[in-house]
């Protein structure tokens, strides 16, 4: 499982940087600086959020198993709510993506909370 979520993390972060990309050249012609700047959001908790994926697949076979897997799924479901919102919002300028937004924040809360009591083996 740890090899999955450490895959899932590069991915994402990878998704990140062409979306950091595509943001401070094409999209910053095409939107106003709040917009860009709400896009910007969604592609920085992305990131963060990548590198945890990354760093809990890397350190998976020390974590207690249940727990921090449930972190990585709902580091995986916030970064779809959170920062899928935020694009969504931005690309389309439908105003009802921002009512998304705070379940992704609470997708991410939830699995810092759960990192947070995952036991740890001192291997």
């Not at 860009?36 to 990354?54: D, I, K, N, S």
């Not at 921090?68 to 779809?80: D, E, P, Q, S, Y």
């Not at 389309?92 to 809360?109: D, I, N």
């Amino acid at each position: 499982m740890g090899t999955l979520f450490f895959r899932i993390g590069a991915v994402s972060a990878g998704i990140a940087v062409a979306f950091g990309a595509f943001g401070a050249h094409a999209l910053r012609m095409m939107v106003t600086p709040e917009m860009l700047a709400v896009f910007e959001t969604g592609v920085r908790y992305q990131m963060y959020h990548a590198l945890a994926l990354v760093a809990i697949g890397l350190g998976f076979a020390r974590l207690q198993g249940r727990t921090a897997a449930a972190a990585a799924w709902l580091f995986v479901a916030g970064t779809v709510l959170f920062s899928g919102s935020l694009y969504a919002l931005t690309l389309t300028g439908t105003r009802w993506w921002g009512a998304v937004t705070p379940l992704g924040g609470v997708a991410f809360l939830a699995g810092w909370a759960l990192l947070l009591t995952a036991r740890v083996s001192e291997r």
